[in-house]
């Protein structure tokens, strides 16, 4: 039996864009089918997250953390961080993606972990949080695995036009988020 392979996290460079928006433009593709129109997800997504990342990894906005995880070289998973966002609620994840074939082996959970050691090491204020659609109900519940508090109910303004229902998902602090990323492993299945 080959071992299973070894997950490497680091910090995006802008030698990843392409990469990344493939996974993003993926992952939309893949799970916020019925979330967002089937004519935006079949439209030229490639090409708009492309240059999404481009100009995010080209021109960081302060506070912005990009963070991969890779099998191989490979790309399996990423997290996009804005620090210190908001002055009540903390530091934003705007985007968490993990490849469909490397999902329920804990690596959302490594990746929210980094997120969290990322925000203690530059001292970021206040807690987590980031916004998860309603329908969405198993980033919802990956999430509230991990120690998330569903904060608000609020309404997605979609790049289609729609209109969807999200929460606000918050912990209070890096060490709380890290308390509860750090006790899911993901079970293989
Ligand atoms: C949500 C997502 C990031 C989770 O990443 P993942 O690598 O599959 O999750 P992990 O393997 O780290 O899981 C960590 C814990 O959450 C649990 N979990 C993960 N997905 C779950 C689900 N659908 N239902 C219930 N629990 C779940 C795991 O069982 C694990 O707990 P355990 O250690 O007790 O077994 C991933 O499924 C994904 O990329 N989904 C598509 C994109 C998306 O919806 N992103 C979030 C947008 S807000």
């Given at each position: 039996m080959n071992p299973a392979p070894t997950i490497a996290l680091r910090e995006a460079t802008a030698a990843d864009a392409a990469a990344l928006a493939g996974l993003h433009a993926q992952s939309w593709r893949g799970f916020y089918r019925g979330m967002m129109s089937d004519a935006y997800l079949d439209g030229d997504i490639g090409a708009e997250r492309a240059a999404f990342w481009a100009n995010a990894l080209a021109?960081?906005?302060?506070g912005q953390a990009v963070i991969v995880a890779e099998s191989d070289g490979a790309l399996a998973g990423f997290v996009h961080l804005h620090a210190?966002?908001?002055?009540?609620?903390?530091?934003?994840?705007h985007a968490l993606h993990v490849a469909a074939a490397f999902q329920g082996r804990g690596i959302g959970a490594r990746l929210m972990d980094a997120v969290g050691e990322w925000c203690e090491r530059h001292g970021t204020r206040g807690g987590v949080w980031l916004w998860v659609l309603e329908p969405n109900a198993p980033a919802r519940a990956f999430y509230e695995r991990i120690g998330?508090?569903?904060a608000e109910r609020d309404v997605w303004e979609a790049p289609d036009g729609g209109r969807v229902p999200k929460f606000r998902y918050a912990w209070p602090s890096p060490q709380a988020l890290r308390a509860g990323a750090g006790q899911a492993t993901g079970t293989p299945t």
């Open positions: 021109s960081p906005p302060p210190d966002h908001d002055p009540t609620w903390g530091s934003y994840v998330a508090r569903n």
